[in-house]
C-alpha cells in the first residue's frame, strides 16, 4: 500500500508532473486537487506540515486550489473518497461542470470519487496491493503518461476548449 509522506522531507513531486500540469494549465483547464489525509485525524501528520506541502504544490506546480478530507471511514462524511463531496466543494466554488471534467488518481478511491460526481477518470497504475478501480475511462503509468488522454478527453467534453 501507499503511504503517505508525515514529513516535509519525505514530501516529493513525481518526474513528469511539473510538465504535465503545465501542459494542463497551459491550455486554460483548472487543476485541482482532492486528497484524503486521514492522517491528520489520527495524529500520524500534523497540519502545519501538510500545509507546507500543499504550498509546495501551489508555488512550484501552480495547483489552482487543493480540497482536504480528514475524516475516516467510520465518520461517514460526504467528502472522503470514494464519495464525490470535495468534488462537488470544488465545482460549486470553481463554477466547474464536472461533466466536463476530468478526475485523475492513483487509488480506487479517486476513480470512485470521480464517477460519483459525473467526470472522466483515469487510473494512475502504480502496482499498490489493493483494490483496483472499476471501469476508469483510462489507465495510465504516471500523470505525464495521462495528459494526451486528458487533454483529448477536456476538449471532446468541453467541445474544443475550457469553460
Request: net charge negative.
Amino acid at each position: 500500500l501507499p503511504y503517505a509522506p508525515t514529513r516535509l522531507e519525505e514530501f516529493e513531486l513525481l518526474p513528469g508532473s511539473y510538465d504535465a500540469v503545465s501542459q494542463i494549465r497551459e491550455k486554460g483547464y483548472l487543476t485541482i486537487v482532492v486528497t484524503n489525509q486521514p492522517d491528520i485525524t489520527t495524529g500520524k501528520q500534523s497540519p502545519e506540515v501538510l500545509a507546507a506541502m500543499h504550498n509546495i504544490l501551489r508555488r512550484k506546480m501552480g495547483v489552482d486550489d487543493i480540497f482536504v478530507c480528514t475524516h475516516l471511514d467510520s465518520d461517514g462524511c460526504g467528502c472522503r473518497k470514494p464519495k464525490p463531496g470535495m468534488l462537488l466543494a470544488a465545482a460549486e466554488k470553481w463554477g466547474i461542470d464536472l461533466q466536463r471534467s476530468v478526475m485523475v488518481g492513483d487509488r480506487w478511491r479517486d476513480v470512485g470519487a470521480g464517477k460519483a460526481a459525473g467526470c472522466a477518470t483515469v487510473f494512475i497504475e502504480y502496482g499498490y496491493a489493493e483494490l483496483s478501480p472499476e471501469g476508469p475511462d483510462a489507465v495510465a503509468t504516471s500523470l505525464a503518461d495521462s495528459v494526451p488522454f486528458i487533454l483529448e478527453e477536456l476538449k471532446r467534453r468541453c467541445d474544443g476548449g475550457p469553460q
